[in-house]
């Protein structure tokens, strides 16, 4: 097998190619929720010969396709989770599809593309007698929140390979063997007690505010972390109306760091911004929902 070779094929096919990529454009679909990439590329890979294994891991929009047999193994990843609020014509002026709907604003509808026509032209070399070995192409949903490859590889999906390439769209072309950062995404939720703001607000206890005050903390901590430690997060529910007091509230985390160790380190001291709260054994340290203490 030569490098022209693969590249000669993939020439050839670039449309075939091309038409997917724009297609999955046009349906963006947020983690877990990707069914039409999913099942486009599938769909795809059977008919050139792939067994398919879908539902991966419990998730619907997992798979993995094979072809060939013994060793090596070759993987390859591909991904095609949108993200929300990025919906855009092909256009480099703002021109949303669906206002404030989703879109690959990373790329994602490449990546997982040219994953598909990489096994497609290494399976071409391998009809040809050029190499031996299985190779596989695993549909991994969700990359934008950090979830969907650790629920395949706790089945045990990646344990067998002896390789596995992934890419990423960038602007420039090179290879990059390198360590990426490590990263934790966790909610919290907080619980209080409703009322109405105005009327009578001395009998609620805003969860809210647990959120705001732990936010605050955390953006302090910020000065007291290693180069390279990255702390954010986004309000999921701050409550239901301005004169309501909220009786539930939610923040979203993602902490990342150089290493799995500083991430855990980072993330303890995170958890910790969460102050005191009761629940049935006290006044203590909660884990899960909170009730604050004001």
């Not at 069914?35 to 419990?58: C, D, H, I, P, R």
């Not at 045990?156 to 490590?182: A, I, K, R, Y």
Request: charged share 20%; hydrophobic share 40%; aromatic share 8%.
């Amino acid at each position: 097998m030569s490098k022209e070779m693969v590249t000669a094929w993939l020439e050839n096919e670039k449309q075939r190619f091309e038409k997917m990529a724009k297609d999955i454009w046009d349906h963006p679909q947020i983690a877990y929720e990707e069914t039409y990439a999913a099942s486009l590329q599938m769909k795809q890979l059977e008919t050139a010969g792939f067994s398919v294994q879908a539902n991966v891991a419990g998730i619907e929009t997992a798979f993995v396709a094979e072809y060939g047999a013994g060793k090596p193994i070759l993987g390859v990843m591909g991904e095609y989770d949108a993200l929300p609020g990025l919906s855009q014509a092909v256009s480099p002026t703002y021109e949303p599809l669906e206002e404030d709907g989703p879109g690959h604003g990373c790329g994602h509808n490449l990546l997982g593309t040219a994953g598909v026509a990489a096994v497609l032209a290494l399976k071409e070399q391998m009809g040809n007698g050029e190499i031996s070995g299985t190779i596989r192409y695993y549909g991994c949903p969700a990359e934008e929140v950090l979830s969907g490859k650790s629920f395949m590889a706790r089945t045990g999906v990646f344990d067998d390979l002896d390789c596995v390439l992934t890419w990423h769209p960038g602007s420039s072309n090179l290879v990059v063997n390198m360590s990426m950062q490590s990263a934790a995404s966790v909610k919290f939720h907080f619980k209080g007690i409703t009322a109405h703001a105005a009327g009578a607000p001395h009998a609620g206890r805003s969860a809210l505010d647990a959120v705001e005050i732990m936010n605050v903390g955390a953006n302090y901590l910020r000065e007291h972390v290693v180069d390279g430690t990255r702390i954010h997060y986004v309000i999921t529910n701050g409550g239901l109306a301005p004169n309501v007091v909220p009786e539930e509230a939610s923040v979203w985390y993602y902490v990342r760091g150089a290493s799995k160790e500083a991430v855990e380190e980072v993330l303890e001291r995170v958890k910790k911004m969460r102050g005191r709260c009761r629940n049935n054994d006290g006044d203590k340290l909660c884990d899960g929902t909170t009730r604050l203490l004001l």
